[in-house]
């Protein structure tokens, strides 16, 4: 599976971007699908992810209500809906899949994941 994310840019705090994510020669069916980031100096951080069969939709604290991962099933896309951008959002994001359903606390630990996009860098000025 290779997955291509798209969508980053340079911004103002406050502004939008949508960040969307491809699979090519696969579709997502049963998989589970992330975004993660990763700013200068620090670890991949979890930021949403959702199961392709359906079900609920999960964020890190930081970006509830402000973000929204969501899937087209009919373009085998996914998307990260980013809102109310902050500076602390600049990083580098990566859209990720797995295979097969995976409990709950495992969506959030980037390990989890065996594919992954190539990232698209976010910067958000003040």
């Known amino acids: 599976v290779q997955l291509q994310a798209s969508g980053g840019g340079l911004v103002q705090a406050g502004d939008s971007l949508r960040l969307s994510c491809a699979a090519s020669?696969?579709?997502?069916?049963?998989?589970?699908l992330g975004w993660f980031r990763q700013a200068p100096g620090k670890e991949r951080e979890f930021v949403a992810a959702l199961r392709w069969s359906g079900g609920g939709t999960y964020y890190t604290n930081s970006v509830k209500g402000r973000f929204t991962i969501s899937r087209d099933k009919a373009k085998n896309a996914m998307y990260l809906q980013m809102s109310s951008l902050k500076p602390e959002d600049t990083a580098v994001y990566y859209c990720?899949?797995?295979?097969?359903?995976?409990?709950?606390?495992?969506?959030?630990?980037?390990?989890?994941?065996?594919?992954w996009g190539q990232g698209t860098q976010v910067t958000v000025s003040s």
């Open positions: 020669g696969h579709t997502f069916n049963n998989y589970a």
């Open positions: 990720a899949a797995r295979r097969g359903r995976i409990v709950l606390s495992a969506l959030y630990d980037p390990g989890t994941y065996d594919y």
